[in-house]
């Protein structure tokens, strides 16, 4: 079946740093999401993508969708405290209903 | 604008009772989709539902889990005769029409002792 695989599963950066998770799907995908947790919350949609290319910024945080649609990246420039938190990534594959197949996510630590 | 809503937030079980989860969505959704977290793992699709029609239900175990989503009221996620692996978050999200973005409820979260 479809697996979407995020590797590491937690990384620490001290804060001003910069930080890069990536995303890799088995399958090319109609769309790709990304989605934050915080510790006890549930999953907030932050991003979404469609296109081939595609980048997204939404203010320190930039997103992209691979060429061949399989796989994305998430980089946030000067990490701050407020940015922990697990981010997933989550594969639609066209005709899927919809339904989505998250990555195991990346926890991210930032030192002060 | 009411958020989805999912109650109760935590629910306690012992080993064969049954648990009923319940979900409601965003105002003017129309589409239910369940999943469920163990911890330090991602989200598993479980079932997907519209109002009256299970659409999907490939993520879901065969024996003893069940889902509705009735013309009215909310969505329900029915586990019976629990065991301790179903220890879990068990969250809902729901879509619009369009089914993008999908706006995740607070979760339940299950434990069974």
């Known amino acids: 079946g479809q697996q979407v695989m995020q590797i590491p599963q937690y990384q620490h950066v001290q804060e001003g740093e910069d930080f890069t998770t990536y995303c890799n799907s088995s399958?090319?995908?109609?769309?790709i999401q990304w989605y934050k947790q915080r510790p006890g919350g549930h999953p907030v949609f932050l991003i979404q993508l469609v296109k081939s290319g595609e980048v997204k910024k939404q203010k320190r945080l930039t997103f992209q969708f691979g060429e061949a649609k399989k796989n994305s990246s998430l980089h946030i420039t000067a990490t701050q405290t407020t940015d922990v938190g697990t981010y997933f990534c989550?594969?639609?594959?066209?005709?899927?209903?919809?339904?989505?197949?998250f990555g195991k996510g990346i926890t991210l630590s930032v030192r002060p | 604008n009411a958020g989805v809503m999912q109650n109760p937030r935590h629910l306690v079980r012992r080993r064969g009772q049954e648990a009923r989860l319940r979900c409601s969505p965003m105002?003017?959704?129309?589409?239910v989709y369940w999943y469920r977290q163990l911890p330090e793992e991602g989200l598993k699709f479980m079932v997907y539902?519209?109002?009256?029609?299970?659409?999907?239900e490939s993520g879901m175990p065969k024996e003893r889990f069940s889902a509705e989503f009735p013309k009215e009221g909310p969505s329900i996620l029915r586990i019976q005769q629990v065991v301790r692996g179903d220890s879990a978050a068990y969250f809902c999200a729901s879509t619009g029409i369009s089914r993008e973005t999908q706006y995740f409820g607070p979760g339940t979260r299950l434990l069974v002792l």
């Open positions: 989550a594969g639609e594959v066209t005709g899927a209903n919809s339904k989505l197949t």
């Open positions: 399958t090319t995908l109609s769309n």
């Open positions: 105002k003017g959704h129309s589409h």
């Open positions: 539902l519209q109002k009256e029609n299970i659409i999907d």
